[in-house]
C-alpha cells in the first residue's frame, strides 16, 4: 500500500521523550491543535518508568519547523520532556505498508543479553522486514519473564513455517519458547 500526502503540505516527525505523568499526549496534541497540526501517524510507549511518543505530523505551507520547536519549548519547559522535531522530505512522507505476509512472533524465556538481537539479526539475514517490536519483564521480580513480540513482512518465497524452522535453532540456545503465526491485516 502507497499513500502519498498531498505537496501542499509540510510534514514533520516529532518525538516527545520524559518521565512519565498524567496529560503527556494531551500536552502534545493540545499545542499540535492549536497550531492546526494534523497528526497523520502516531506511536506512544512506556518505556519502565519513561514515556515515549513518535508522531508524523503535516501542516499547509507555508510551515516552519521552528514554529512547532517553539511551541513544544513553551510547553514542555520545567516539565522533564525533550521535544525533537524533524522535517520530512517529500520521499519520507509516502506511507509504505509492509510487503508480503505479515507474521506474529512471540519469545518468552529467561531475562538475558542477547535475545533482540539473535532474533532480529536471524530475520533480518533473510530479509524479513520488522514493522512493530515491544519488549518487556513480567511475572514475579524472584522470577522474571522476559517478551518479546514483533510484527514481521515476510519476504516472497518464506513462509511462516520456514520462520518457525530457522527460529529452532535459537530456541534451543537461548532456551526460550518462540512461536510464530500469520496475521491477516484488516481491510478498512
Known sequence: ????????????AVTIIGKDRTGI???????LYKLGCNV????????GGEFAMILIVSHEKPFSK??????????TAGTGLSAFVRTLKDDEVCYQG???ELCLISVYGSDKPGIVY????????RGVSIADLNTKLIGK????VYVLVLEAALPQGLSVEDVT??????????SVEISVRLITPVSL
Open 1 to 12: 500500500m502507497n499513500l502519498c500526502r498531498k505537496p501542499n503540505l509540510a510534514h514533520f
Open 98 to 100: 509492509p510487503e508480503g
Open 118 to 125: 539473535r532474533i532480529t539479526r536471524e530475520l533480518a539475514d
Open 25 to 31: 499526549v494531551a500536552d502534545t496534541s493540545e499545542v
Open 66 to 75: 521552528k514554529k512547532l520547536e517553539e511551541e513544544f519549548a513553551a510547553k
Open 40 to 47: 497523520e501517524d502516531s506511536s506512544c510507549t512506556m518505556l
Open 141 to 144: 521480580p524472584s522470577e522474571p
Open 165 to 174: 524452522a530457522l527460529l529452532e535453532k535459537l530456541k534451543k540456545e537461548l
